[in-house]
C-alpha cells in the first residue's frame, strides 16, 4: 500500500475478477480402424462429412467403428480419431521393387496414408514444353494415303478410328511424344478445328524392302498410328492442308503453361474408388518449381515437394530428386499395391490399444468420453480401456458396448442376456465406465445396405448434449438416433436383472421410439458414485477448480490467497447449485486445513465438500382410495 504524510488520495487496486472458468464438455475420442488417414496420429472432426474426408468411407472391414464414430457426432460436433495400426500398405507408383517394404526406384509418388483407397490415386505432371501445341506440328498435308505416295516429307491418313502419319528416320519421335488420353488437335481455319482424345500411340519401322506400304523415298521410315477416343468428323475433301497438334491430357484444368523449368501437378481419383465418378480431379498445383530455394511473391516456398508436402490430402513425394532426368514429355503415375490391411475384428488388441494409449494423458489431450467402438468377445479391449485410460486419468467415461456375439449373432432372447451380463462381470470395477445393452440396426448410405452397429456412440452422444450433472436417459434425454431396431430389445425383468448388473438397457417403447434407460456406472457398489451424473459432475468440478486452483501457484499461503480461492470458488459451485446440479456445498481452506505444518511444506490445502443432486430413477404412485366421511389428514401419515 501507497503511504504518504501530506494531505493526498491513495488508490488501493484488488483484483477480484479471478473466477473459475464455466464448465464446457471436451471432445470424446476413438481409436479403431478406417480406409484412410494418418496412423498414430488423433484428428479432431466436427462433424460425419470431415469424418469420411479424413477418414475414408466405411466397407466392410469397418463400418462398426465408423458409424459408432458418425453417431456420436450426430449428437455432438467434436470427436478425435485416432486411426490404428492394422497393417495396410502404402499405395505407390509402378516403380516399387516390394509391395512389402515401400522401396522406390528413382522418383515415385507414394500414396499419403496406407490402405487400398490409394490404390485409385494417379498422379500427372508436365513441363511447359509439354503443355501444348509444341510437341509434332504436321503441316501442309497430303490428303493422299500413305501407298503410293512419293512425297517427300510427311504423310497422314484418317480414318474412324485412327490417324496415321509417316516421319523420317531424322525426325523420329520420342517413344513417350503421346500418352493415352492426351488431346490431339486437328483440323485448319478452313474446316475448324476439333480436339480428339488419344486412345494409343504405336510406331513401326518401314522398309522398302518389306513392307509395301513405304514409300520409296523413305526408306528406314518411321509409321505412327494414333488412335482416337472418338470419331473424326470431318469429311475427307476437308482433308487437304491440315495441322496436327498435341495437348497435355489435362491441359484446360490449367489457365496456361508452367514457365520454363517448372511443373504442374494434378492428383485425380482414377478409377473413381474415392469420389465415386472415375477420372474425378482431387488436388492441382500450379507452377511449382524444382528448385528448393523457389519462393512465390509472399516468401512462402514454391519448391514442389514442400508444396505437396503442406497442402496435399492424398500424396506425397517419394524421392526429392523427382523430376530430375524427367523427358520433357508429360508423366503419368498410377498408383498400385496399396492394400487395406486385416479388418477390424481381426485387427490385434495391442494395435488397438496402441491407439488408446494416444489419449492417455490428460495433459496433452483433453477429452470427456472415450468411446470403445467395436468390442471383443472377451472384454479385453474394453478392459484395456478401463484400466490405461479412463480410469487412469479418471477425467473421462469410457462407453461400453457388448460383444456383437452376445446380441447380434445370438438369436434367443434369455442367451442374450445371459451372454451379456457374462460380458459385464468380465470388467473390472469402476465408476469411469458406463455400458449399454446392446448393438441397433442402421442404414449405410454409403454401400446401400444395413448394418448392425454398437450403441456406444449414441449413448456417449447423448450425454454430450446434457449437462454433466444431468443424466442422458429418459424419454426427454434418452431418445437414440438413426436405428430401425434393436439386437436385443429387452423387457422389464430383462431390464431389472440388467440393471442390477450396471448395464443401462437400450429399449423400444412404443409412441417413444429407441430410449436409453438407465444411468449407472460400473462401479459395481451402493454409492454417489454408481450415477453418471454424479460421476460427470464431480469430473467437470475438480477440473475446472483445479485449473483455476493453477493460478496460486507461488502465492504466498496466508489469509488472503485462502480467503481468495474461496472466493473464487463459492461462486462456480453456487452457480451450479442454481442450476439444480449440486444441493448444497461447503469450501474449507482456512487455517484450520492450512496449519503452520502444511504452510512450513510449502503446501495450500482446501476440502470442498458437495452433496450431488441424484437423479429419478424409480417413480412410486401410490392411489388411496377412502370412505367419504374421512379427513385426508387422519390418514395421511399412515400411507408409507
Not at 490415386?121 to 503443355?131: C, H, K, S
Not at 530428386?321 to 503419368?332: C, I, P, R
Not at 434407460?517 to 458414485?529: E, H, N, Q, V, Y
Amino acid at each position: 500500500m501507497a503511504f504518504s504524510v501530506s494531505p493526498s488520495v491513495i488508490v488501493r487496486e484488488v483484483d477480484a475478477s479471478a473466477a473459475v472458468p464455466a464448465i464446457a464438455t471436451p471432445p470424446a475420442a476413438i481409436a479403431g480402424v478406417f480406409r484412410w488417414g494418418p496412423v498414430g496420429e488423433t484428428v479432431l472432426v466436427s462433424s460425419e462429412n470431415e469424418l469420411v474426408n479424413r477418414f475414408g468411407e466405411p466397407n466392410n472391414d469397418n463400418y462398426e467403428t465408423f458409424f459408432v464414430a458418425a453417431d456420436y457426432l450426430s449428437y455432438s460436433n467434436a470427436l478425435y480419431v485416432a486411426r490404428v495400426d492394422n497393417g495396410a500398405v502404402t499405395a505407390s507408383a509402378s516403380d516399387i521393387s516390394s509391395a512389402n517394404t515401400q522401396l522406390h526406384t528413382f522418383g515415385a509418388f507414394d500414396a499419403l496414408y496406407p490402405g487400398d483407397l490409394g490404390n485409385s490415386l494417379e498422379v500427372a505432371y508436365v513441363q511447359n514444353t509439354a503443355f501444348e501445341n509444341n510437341v509434332i506440328a504436321v503441316a501442309d498435308i497430303a490428303a493422299s494415303r500413305l501407298t503410293g505416295n512419293t512425297q517427300i516429307g510427311q504423310t497422314l491418313a484418317f480414318n474412324a478410328s485412327s490417324i496415321v502419319f509417316e516421319v523420317l528416320p531424322s525426325a523420329a519421335l520420342a517413344a513417350d511424344t503421346f500418352a493415352e488420353g492426351d488431346i490431339v488437335e486437328v483440323g485448319n481455319e478452313s474446316v475448324g478445328y476439333q480436339d480428339i482424345a488419344v486412345s494409343t500411340f504405336t510406331e513401326r519401322t518401314l522398309t522398302a524392302a518389306g513392307d509395301a506400304t513405304a514409300n520409296t523415298s523413305l526408306i528406314a521410315s518411321h509409321e505412327y498410328t494414333i488412335g482416337l477416343g472418338t470419331n473424326y468428323k470431318l469429311a475427307e475433301d476437308d482433308l487437304n492442308k491440315l495441322s496436327l497438334a498435341r495437348k497435355w491430357k489435362y491441359h484446360n484444368s490449367f489457365g496456361k503453361a508452367p514457365q520454363t523449368g517448372n511443373y504442374h501437378v494434378l492428383v485425380r481419383d482414377e478409377d473413381g474408388v474415392i469420389t465415386g465418378e472415375a477420372g474425378t480431379i482431387l488436388e492441382l498445383y500450379e507452377d511449382v518449381a524444382t528448385s528448393q530455394s523457389a519462393v512465390l511473391p509472399d516468401g512462402t516456398t514454391n519448391y514442389y515437394k514442400q508444396v505437396i508436402e503442406n497442402k496435399s490430402s492424398w500424396v506425397k513425394v517419394a524421392n526429392t530428386a523427382h523430376f530430375e532426368g524427367v523427358a520433357q514429355y508429360s508423366t503419368y503415375e498410377s498408383l498400385a499395391l496399396g492394400t487395406s490391411g486385416t479388418s477390424e475384428s481381426a485387427t490385434s488388441l495391442g494395435a488397438k490399444a496402441a491407439g488408446y494409449d494416444l489419449f492417455k494423458s490428460s495433459n496433452e489431450i483433453d477429452v470427456s468420453f472415450i468411446l470403445q467402438g467395436k468390442g471383443d468377445n472377451s472384454g479385453n479391449l474394453a478392459n484395456y480401456i478401463i484400466s490405461n485410460i479412463s480410469d487412469y486419468r479418471k477425467d473421462c467415461v469410457a462407453f461400453l458396448s457388448p460383444s456383437k456375439e452376445a446380441v447380434v449373432d445370438e438369436n434367443k432372447t434369455n442367451a442374450k442376456l445371459t451372454k451379456t451380463i457374462a460380458y459385464r462381470n468380465a470388467l473390472q470395477n469402476s465408476s469411469y465406465w458406463f455400458m449399454d445393452s446392446g448393438y441397433k440396426y442402421r442404414y449405410d448410405k454409403y454401400n446401400d445396405f444395413y448394418r448392425w452397429v454398437p450403441l456406444n456412440g449414441d449413448t456417449a452422444g447423448l450425454a454430450s448434449r446434457v449437462e454433466p450433472f444431468e443424466s442422458p436417459a429418459g424419454f426427454r434425454k434418452g431418445v437414440i438416433k438413426n436405428v430401425v431396431k434393436l439386437a436385443f430389445n429387452p423387457n422389464k425383468a430383462h431390464r431389472d436383472q440388467l440393471y442390477s448388473k450396471d448395464i443401462n438397457p437400450v429399449m423400444s417403447q412404443v409412441g417413444q421410439g429407441i430410449v436409453l434407460f438407465g444411468d449407472k456406472t460400473g462401479l459395481g457398489l451402493t454409492s454417489a458414485f454408481d450415477r453418471l451424473n454424479v460421476r460427470r459432475l464431480f469430473i467437470s468440478v475438480e477440473k475446472a477448480i483445479a485449473n483455476a486452483a493453477q493460478t496460486f501457484l507461488f502465492e504466498l499461503n496466508d489469509e488472503f490467497s485462502q480467503t481468495q480461492f474461496k472466493n473464487i470458488v463459492e461462486p462456480f459451485l453456487r452457480e451450479i447449485q442454481g442450476r439444480r446440479g449440486i444441493i448444497d456445498f461447503r469450501v474449507i481452506a482456512d487455517a484450520t486445513v492450512n496449519t503452520p505444518a502444511v504452510i512450513d511444506q510449502g503446501k495450500f490445502k482446501a476440502n470442498i465438500f458437495i452433496k450431488p443432486a441424484r437423479s429419478i430413477n424409480v417413480i412410486e404412485l401410490t392411489f388411496v382410495a377412502t370412505r367419504s366421511g374421512i379427513e385426508f389428514e387422519e390418514i395421511v401419515g399412515s400411507i408409507g
